[in-house]
């Protein structure tokens, strides 16, 4: 099961909207709307942001947003902030009857 | 409030063989599958496996097959992986993490604050 592709960095300016792509195929992504994802702090353990493709969990702040569409699930941040650099992560159910992650994304914030 | 906590930090040597713990608490561990995920030095998440407490399903990543084995004592609420035979390449932080929703399709909602396991001659 090969791991998800995404973006190795993305960047922008404090107050921008920002957007991670998450590329899979018709056996993860476009297969189940399963697409959870991460935020992971240098040090620290990765903290659950997006769940069930576009579902928030509580607390997790509304600037953060999600979709899918086909193969692909997309993470938006907007009104992005210094607190928000971070490495993301996707995750997607597959056919296998397993998990798969991206390889994870570098947001710096300029 | 639900916590994972791991055991601590572990230096072994290549051949040697190991077994980390993660211990839920605040909610019912055995209603919800532990999942256990790999991040080896400056790189990505990994899913190894999952495993139900309340009955000891088990699911392995076809990548982790054979290389670890994952299970659970429900009695105490503690999940473990082990290793029968470490390599260096083994070296990573381990992170085991309860798995919301439906069943192996869930999300990892809660997490442990990770294992460092080295292993070096």
């Known amino acids: 099961q090969s791991a998800l592709t995404q973006p190795a960095s993305v960047s922008g300016s404090p107050g921008q909207s920002i957007t991670i792509s998450c590329t899979g195929t018709?056996?993860?992504?476009?297969?189940?709307?399963?697409v959870s994802w991460y935020q992971q702090h240098p040090g620290k353990a990765p903290k659950l942001m997006i769940y069930?493709?576009?579902n928030r969990p509580s607390g997790v702040s509304n600037r953060f947003s999600a979709s899918k569409s086909g193969n692909t699930a997309s993470l938006t941040i907007s009104g992005v902030q210094a607190e928000d650099e971070a490495d993301y992560y996707c995750s997607s159910y597959t056919t296998s009857s397993t998990l798969v992650f991206g390889g994870g994304t570098k947001l710096t914030v300029l | 409030e639900v916590q994972l906590v791991q055991s601590g930090a572990e230096v072994k040597k290549p051949g040697e063989s190991l077994k980390i713990s993660c211990k839920g608490s605040g909610y019912s561990f055995t209603s919800y599958w532990i999942g256990w995920v790999r991040q080896m030095p400056g790189k990505g998440l990994e899913w190894m496996g999952i495993?139900?407490?309340?009955?000891?399903?088990?699911r392995y990543s076809p990548s982790f097959q054979g290389q670890v084995t994952i299970s659970a004592d429900k009695s105490i609420s503690t999940a473990y992986l082990q290793w029968s035979s470490l390599k260096a390449s083994d070296t990573a932080m381990y992170y085991c993490?309860?798995?919301?929703?439906?069943?192996?399709?869930?999300?990892?909602?809660?997490w442990g604050q990770g294992t460092l396991v080295t292993v070096s001659s």
């Open positions: 993490a309860r798995l919301e929703g439906i069943a192996v399709a869930g999300h990892f909602d809660y």
């Open positions: 018709s056996s993860d992504i476009g297969a189940y709307n399963y």
């Open positions: 495993i139900y407490p309340g009955d000891s399903d088990t």
């Open positions: 069930d493709v576009s």
